[in-house]
């Protein structure tokens, strides 16, 4: 048993209540002479006291998760500053993009796959369906979470992969007594939707012996769309950006049945333009009049307003911990996580073009023309085309076959249900032997995902089919077809199940820890550990699928059914080499069966100098071993994200891209260090700050639309092989996934915290911020891209892996103040970023995002025996996002960064609790 020092104690109130929330936890009312236990916290496999720890642990607990107004584990992470950068938060709005409803976290804005996730201390399923390595994190459920407790370093050391960047650590309620029944409703004060509702359930049983806890929830949110706010319900804002996205009946050019495009046929969307573009008619079809850069009227379709900006959600789970003394040194354990969550996405129908048929081997197998044709005979030819086309001056076109261009409403808009199951099972033994402590357990994760769709989707060379066997109108009304053609258009509709994937991971581990025999009057601590790990990912993609015939799900997915098996050892040592002085060193050795062996330590140390000061620093290595989707799916061709075309100018552009993984990746490395103090001038205030430095080598990064276009039309060599022109059109680009560059990260973790008593209550003031100095990243052909407060460099090319991710914020921080008194608690956060630039607008001037400073409020009430009631606001005052431009990244909704907003504006809550 050891004792807490005055320091220590600060230590721990600055770790534990960590300035990005507004309380600290219960146990730091603690006196500074009260005995406590030792225990083992992220980022070390020893047992100590926590505040002993030469690493950065952020650690936040269950009333300042209730204080945040999180409806979801995502959502709670936002506000947290170490997460503020690109991809820190990858939502499950997706709109226009597979990500099966995974919501993930990204430390330093480094990715997903570099952030471990941990419940409980041991590893979830990667989610089935993604890129098989990210966590999906809204499968642990909110209410379960008793704290959560972040490592801002790279862990490699001690973890193994995927902790490169930092871990989070989910622990679960493991005591409970009595019963507790908690309910909520929140809603945007606006119209539209995005209302949350959430219950849930706790209980305990505890006698000497045995400890059980259950805790079941249930959360819905209901969906947003774009139409529904002022600043999205257009893709149209000049002179920032333009709707340019594939519009109904536009002219691509003559096209032979049975060989192909002519020489006169142009890809893309705008081709020769649109006789409706004349005189304003674009409305007609629902579409926008849009000229290209070289004076061709056509017409585009606005998506803005039938775009989801957060999709309808439900989330079921169920957690339960386990525990039963067989002696004084002696204990079992277990526990149980299932979770259920549907996501439901509405957005805009399905584009169809002769260029996005190319990737459909449907249509060469069939003998069906891959094009969308208008024939001479056809009454609309005559009447609509050949005046168009000679007031153009195109009269070489006239008299052969058109392709056109469709949005096709006739099948609705796309609907997208993905329901994913995650569960996981624990069981182990723990305990004191004569020489140490032991830990030994099994656990078994699955993750499950089944995709299907409802409307908007439809066979392409059905399509074709039909339509190029009638005499269709591409310019009718309201852009649908009618009559009998309408019903035989019904017969290209898909809908049901196209996607099942399951990812499995089995392991074993066991743990020894204790003291080594003291030398020198020196006690030195020790663990030591190995583990054995499965790995398998399989995914069964339906036949339609596979064929990469479905419009809209974005080309041929071939099925995956890989395993591999990962052995582990790894060792810490802590030594206390004086009073004040703690030295610690751990190492991890991982044997991979299919990308080999890696070794990786860290070492790090904490001095003490005088009892209000703690100096800290360590030094280490990572890396992340590619996954088996990374590996081993197969290449395909599909259809690319949306880019802009700095040659010609065209926006929106989408092309064939050939995607797909590649097994002659080898895993990525890194070095890392860190140091930092945390001062203690007075007993009521602590004040913290550690830098950070990270360099990334070998990375493993799949090129963006953008950035292959970008980088070929710039002249970059190592560009050239994958891209290619027709004529001087994208026509098809290369995005496979390589070991391709390197990145250096480095900034600055600021906290602070003060706390006093007065007549009127108890005050409190936190403060948490990141301060992102530098993330520099290398293209393959050695271009570096400065990212960071930008999405673009100085012409307006959008940086390496802004797509993906979005901005690495130069400054962010939460400051939060609390009022307490008798049953009464009231908090006031303010969460900040800085601005950024976020491209050029249609002009090529630079546009910025100006900085932005979002208010919530908090007021809890517990005035009546057993209750809790709340009542909050996010947003305060509807703080709406910059109009100014919508960022390059990879999303369809308009008008502000998805990844730095949240659309639902002011929210306001309600919750009750009552324990019995």
Request: proline content about 5%; aromatic content about 10%.
């Amino acid at each position: 048993m050891m004792m807490e020092t005055v320091i220590s104690r600060s230590l721990r109130l600055m770790f534990a209540g960590s300035a990005a929330f507004a309380l600290a936890q219960p146990a730091l009312a603690q006196e500074a002479n009260a005995p406590i236990q030792r225990v083992e916290i992220t980022g070390s496999s020893i047992k100590r006291v926590d505040a002993e720890t030469a690493l950065p642990v952020q650690i936040v607990g269950k009333a300042e998760i209730a204080r945040t107004g999180a409806t979801s584990t995502q959502e709670l992470l936002q506000s947290i500053a170490a997460f503020s950068s690109a991809g820190g938060t990858t939502n499950a709005t997706g709109a226009g993009t597979s990500t099966g409803g995974l919501s993930s976290i990204s430390l330093r804005g480094l990715g997903s796959t570099r952030t471990l996730v941990l419940v409980n201390g041991r590893r979830l399923a990667a989610f089935a369906g993604s890129d098989g390595a990210s966590v999906n994190v809204n499968a642990i459920p909110l209410a379960a979470i008793e704290r959560v407790e972040i490592l801002k370093d790279g862990a490699s050391g001690l973890y193994g992969s995927d902790a490169m960047a930092g871990v989070v650590n989910f622990i679960l309620s493991k005591r409970v007594d009595g019963f507790e029944i908690t309910g909520g409703y929140g809603s945007p004060t606006e119209s539209g939707g995005g209302q949350n509702a959430k219950t849930s359930i706790t209980g305990g049983y505890n006698t000497d012996k045995l400890s059980v806890v259950a805790s079941a929830s249930f959360e819905k949110e209901k969906e947003l769309f774009g139409r529904d706010r002022d600043y999205a319900k257009s893709a149209t804002r000049l002179p920032y950006y333009n709707s340019t996205a594939t519009g109904q009946g536009n002219i691509q050019g003559a096209f032979t049945p049975g060989k192909g495009p002519s020489d006169d046929y142009i890809d893309g969307g705008a081709g020769y333009g649109n006789p409706m573009a004349i005189g304003n008619k674009c409305s007609g079809i629902r579409m926008v009049g849009v000229t290209t850069g070289g004076g061709t009227p056509y017409c585009a379709y606005d998506s803005g307003p039938d775009v989801g900006l957060t999709p309808k959600r439900e989330l079921y789970n169920f957690t339960s911990n386990l525990s039963y003394k067989l002696n004084d040194n002696h204990e079992l354990f277990a526990d149980l996580l299932y979770s259920q969550s549907k996501i439901t996405q509405t957005y805009q129908p399905s584009p169809a073009r002769s260029d996005f048929f190319e990737s459909d081997g449907e249509f060469a197998k069939q003998g069906v023309d891959a094009a969308l044709l208008l024939f001479p005979s056809n009454p609309a030819y005559q009447s609509i085309a050949v005046p168009y086309l000679q007031s153009r001056g195109q009269n070489a076109l006239i008299g052969q076959p058109l392709a056109i261009t469709s949005r096709v409403f006739d099948y609705g808009p796309r609907q997208n249900v993905d329901t994913a199951k995650q569960s996981r099972v624990v069981m182990g033994a723990k305990g004191t032997l004569g020489f140490g402590d032991y830990e030994i357990a099994y656990n078994h994760n699955e993750s499950k995902l089944e995709s299907a769709v409802t409307t908007g989707y439809f066979s392409q060379v059905a399509y074709a089919k039909i339509i190029n066997g009638s005499s269709w109108n591409p310019w009718a009304e309201g852009g649908v077809q009618t009559g009998a053609l309408a019903d035989q258009l019904k017969g290209a509709t898909f809908s049901g199940t196209f996607l099942n994937a399951k990812s499995t991971s089995d392991a074993i581990d066991a743990k020894l820890s204790g003291e080594v025999p003291t030398i020198a009057g020196i006690t030195p601590l020790y663990s030591v550990g190995l583990q054995s790990r499965q790995e398998k990912y399989v995914t069964d993609p339906s036949a339609a699928y596979q064929s990469g015939d479905i419009s809209g799900l974005g080309g041929s997915v071939v099925p995956i059914n890989r395993k591999r098996k990962v052995n582990s050892a790894f060792a810490e040592l802590s030594i206390p080499v004086l009073k004040s002085l703690e030295l610690n060193l751990s190492g991890r050795d991982d044997k991979y069966d299919d990308v080999g062996n890696t070794f990786n330590w860290k070492s790090a140390v904490r001095w003490q100098p005088v009892k209000q000061l703690v100096l800290r620093a360590s030094y280490g290595t990572g890396f992340r071993a590619p996954s088996l989707v990374d590996l081993w799916t197969p290449q395909t061709l599909g259809t690319s994200e949306q880019f802009t075309d700095p040659v010609t100018g065209e926006t929106g552009r989408q092309v064939n891209s050939l995607v797909g993984g590649n097994p002659n990746l080898k895993p990525e490395e890194s070095k890392q260090y860190s140091f930092g103090a945390v001062w203690q001038p007075a007993s009521t205030t602590s004040i913290g700050v550690d830098f950070f430095n990270m360099k990334i080598t070998d990375i493993l990064a799949t090129p963006s639309a953008q950035e292959v276009v970008s980088r070929f039309r710039a002249g970059d060599p190592a560009y050239a092989g994958l891209v290619t022109l027709r004529g001087n059109n994208i026509a098809s680009i290369r995005q496979t996934l390589n070991n391709t560059g390197d990145a250096t990260v480095q900034g600055l973790d600021v906290f602070g915290n003060w706390k006093d008593n007065f007549s009127f209550g108890k005050l409190e003031l936190n403060l948490n911020g990141t301060y992102m100095d530098k993330f520099d990243q290398t293209s393959p052909g050695g271009q570096v891209s400065h990212k960071v407060g930008t999405i673009v460099d100085a012409t307006g090319t959008p940086v390496i892996g802004a797509q993906n991710g979005g901005v690495i914020l130069n400054w962010k921080h939460q400051l939060s103040a609390t009022w307490s008194q008798g049953p009464w608690a009231t908090t006031l956060i303010q969460n900040y970023r800085d601005g950024y630039e976020v491209g050029h607008d249609l002009n090529d001037n630079p546009v910025h995002i100006r900085s932005e400073a979002i208010y919530d409020a908090n007021v809890t009430y517990k005035g009546f025996k057993n209750v809790t009631l709340a009542l909050g606001v996010k947003n305060m005052f509807d703080k709406q996002p910059d109009p100014i431009g919508s960022p390059v990244t990879n999303q369809f909704q308009a008008g502000y960064d998805i990844n730095q907003y949240d659309p639902r504006g002011r929210f306001v809550y309600v919750t009750a609790g009552y324990k019995f």
